[in-house]
C-alpha cells in the first residue's frame, strides 16, 4: 500500500476535521490546526479501541488510499479525550486557580 501527497493531505483534512469536533464537543481546544489533527488521530485509536472492547459495528468510515478512518469513533475519541485533557489541564493550575502574571 502506497500513499500519494493527496492521499496524507485527504487523512490529514479528514482527521482534522473530527479533532476540531471533538475539541468543540467537550468545550476545550488548545493547539490550532496541528492540535487538531494530533486529536483527531488520537481520537480515532481511542474510539476504535472503545468500539472494539464493547463489541460495537463500526458505523462510518472514510476510505482514504484502502485504509478506513472512522469517523464517528474519531469524533467520540477525541471528545473524550479532550475531556480527560482538560480535567488534568484544571487539575494542575493548582487550588486557587491559574498562575496569574503581574
Not at 496524507?8 to 468545550?27: E, H, M, N
Not at 488521530?41 to 472492547?53: C, D, E, H, K, V
Request: proline share 4%; net charge positive; aromatic share 8%.
Amino acid at each position: 500500500m502506497t500513499f500519494t501527497l493527496i492521499d496524507l493531505l485527504l487523512l490529514l483534512l479528514v482527521s482534522g476535521l473530527c479533532g476540531a469536533l471533538g475539541q468543540g464537543i467537550a468545550g476545550y481546544s488548545r493547539g490550532g490546526c496541528t492540535g487538531a489533527i494530533a486529536v483527531g488521530f488520537i481520537g480515532a485509536l481511542l474510539g476504535l479501541a472503545l468500539a472494539r472492547w464493547v463489541k460495537l459495528p463500526e458505523l462510518f468510515s472514510v476510505r482514504v488510499a484502502g485504509v478506513n478512518f472512522p469517523i464517528v469513533w474519531s469524533v467520540a475519541g477525541s471528545a473524550l479525550f479532550v475531556a480527560v485533557l482538560r480535567f488534568l489541564a484544571r487539575r494542575s493550575d493548582g487550588p486557587l486557580g491559574p498562575a496569574r502574571r503581574r
